[in-house]
């Protein structure tokens, strides 16, 4: 990865260069241009790394042009299968942390939002789903091995890390916990569209 910051000159942007993985130039224009985050792949730490990047650029030229105190939105798209938890929960916390700090970050789902990306949506101010998107909940999973004792302890992290998602779902969405427990004790892979995710507290509103 390699990229230099934007450096401003009476408030205007002279230089900006950002070298990242993967439609790096429609993602580089639609967040320093438009303040819109586009995340399009799976989440790993490159793609978190990438989106916390331009989260922290766009809170810099905030300050550069004094408007942290009452800044323009920011949205984040997202077209995600899912992927990493721990990763994941690194931009929700950013996400939680900036709202506090008087943002507004909404999300949109513009083609899937499943998994943890589907943690990632419901953490929006505002939350918004293109009419053909869908939204995928399950149980988190891993692929662990080794000894017994290792096993163990890799399995009480889990569960605290699994106690977390479920916190948030609950924080951010109508899904009754019981229901919320029937998807997760059936490990049942469970899809939701527009209209039902609106009446579930997941989408605020279908575009």
Request: net charge negative; charged share 25%; aromatic share 8%.
């Amino acid at each position: 990865m390699n990229y230099k910051t934007p450096i401003r000159n009476d408030g205007e942007m002279v230089e900006q260069q950002i070298l990242l993985s993967g439609n790096n130039s429609i993602k580089k224009n639609l967040a320093i241009y438009q303040r819109k985050i586009l995340i399009n792949q799976e989440i790993t730490n490159e793609s978190i790394t990438e989106a916390i990047y331009y989260l922290y650029t766009l809170m810099d030229l905030d300050r550069e042009e004094g408007v942290e105190k009452n800044p323009k939105p920011i949205d984040i798209l997202l077209n995600t299968p899912g992927g990493s938890v721990w990763d994941g929960l690194i931009l929700v916390s950013l996400i939680e942390q900036m709202k506090d700090m008087g943002y507004t970050i909404n999300t949109t789902a513009i083609g899937t939002a499943a998994s943890m990306g589907f943690i990632i949506f419901i953490t929006g101010s505002n939350r918004y789903s293109y009419r053909h998107a869908q939204f995928m909940l399950h149980d988190i999973s891993t692929m662990m091995g080794g000894k017994v004792k290792d096993l163990e302890e890799s399995m009480e992290d889990l569960r605290k890390c699994q106690k977390q998602v479920f916190d948030i779902i609950k924080k951010y969405t109508h899904v009754p916990d019981e229901k919320l427990k029937e998807w997760i004790d059936h490990k049942r892979d469970m899809f939701f569209y527009p209209d039902e995710a609106v009446e579930l507290g997941i989408v605020d509103k279908v575009l």
